[in-house]
């Protein structure tokens, strides 16, 4: 089998096993208190860091079993936020050519717009059906949150999984220029 699709699998297949442990932790029942703070949405993190670095480890099927098991499994309305975050995904993947050339600060920062953005949406796509979104400040705790743990979910990805961004001269198993 050719070694390029070997190690394409095996990331996509890390990228899955990834997400399920990060469900498996954020699903541990360690206090039994109600949280005053929301914590990062990791998943969303690496979700979007690898899109932007190597959109060819989280294919558009991937993206979306995985968040629409994280939609089932943390009791969010099934589906919705799986939708935006799939198409910010796919929409920081179509950039992904103009990023490889951009500085680590402005890719934290089209990611922190994004994410900002799709959770704007999500609240008010919640509040036109009629569903309770959450109070704001926890929203707004989480998103601030999620910002913050960027760097290291991509310190991560660069240096467990070796996720980094394909440089100009790279090429896929077909010879096409990623």
């Not at 999500?122 to 979104?133: D, F, N, Q, S």
Request: glycine fraction near 6%; charge should be positive.
């Amino acid at each position: 089998m050719d070694q390029n699709l070997l190690q394409l699998w095996g990331m996509r297949a890390a990228f899955a096993f990834t997400a399920l442990v990060i469900l498996f932790f954020h699903l541990l029942p360690l206090d039994a208190a109600p949280s005053r703070w929301a914590g990062p949405d990791v998943l969303t993190a690496m979700v979007f860091a690898w899109a932007v670095r190597r959109p060819d480890y989280v294919p558009i099927v991937l993206i979306a079993l995985v968040m629409l098991i994280a939609d089932f499994l943390l009791q969010r309305p099934p589906g919705l936020w799986s939708v935006l975050v799939l198409c910010a995904a796919e929409w920081l993947k179509s950039r992904e050519r103009r990023q490889r050339e951009t500085t680590f600060a402005l890719e934290w920062l089209t990611f922190a717009g994004t994410l900002i953005v799709i959770t704007l949406l999500y609240r008010a796509v919640m509040m036109v059906l009629i569903l309770a979104p959450g109070t704001l400040t926890l929203s707004l705790i989480q998103v601030a949150m999620t910002i913050a743990v960027y760097p290291l979910v991509v310190g991560v990805s660069y240096f467990v999984f070796g996720v980094r961004r394909s440089a100009p001269g790279d090429v896929d198993r077909l010879g096409r220029g990623l």
